[in-house]
């Protein structure tokens, strides 16, 4: 079983900026891609950003631009870093670390952009 635990979530203007955090309870060398998602009340969680275990990267057009996924594989530690935010990003962020056959959920951390 592995551990995910997301933090850096809170309130921000709409402009402002914020930094979230995932932190692993095992290598997350050993996974395939480390995921961000979010989900709005009442909407389907969507896929934000993926960084592979190689490094790639892919984001989702509405925050092209605006976040970037990185990884810091000796800390276990994904992170996003989000600027220029806007209220439509309020949301639950939840990290996913997936391997081949397996993936597991982080709590999540909410976001709140107010306009």
């Known amino acids: 079983q592995v551990q995910l635990v997301e933090s850096g979530g809170g309130l921000v203007q709409a402009g402002g900026s914020l930094r979230l955090s995932c932190a692993a309870s095992r290598s997350i060398f050993s996974a395939r891609a480390m995921e961000w998602y979010r989900q709005a009340p009442g909407k389907q969680r969507d896929l934000v950003a993926v960084i592979t275990n190689g490094g790639s990267t892919n984001y989702a057009d509405s925050v092209k631009g605006r976040f970037t996924i990185s990884r810091d594989n000796a800390k276990n530690t994904v992170y996003l870093q989000m600027i220029s935010l806007k209220p439509e990003d309020t949301a639950v962020y939840y990290c996913?670390?997936?391997?081949?056959?397996?993936?597991?959920w982080g709590q999540g951390t909410q976001v709140t952009v107010s306009s």
């Open positions: 996913k670390m997936r391997g081949s056959t397996w993936e597991y």
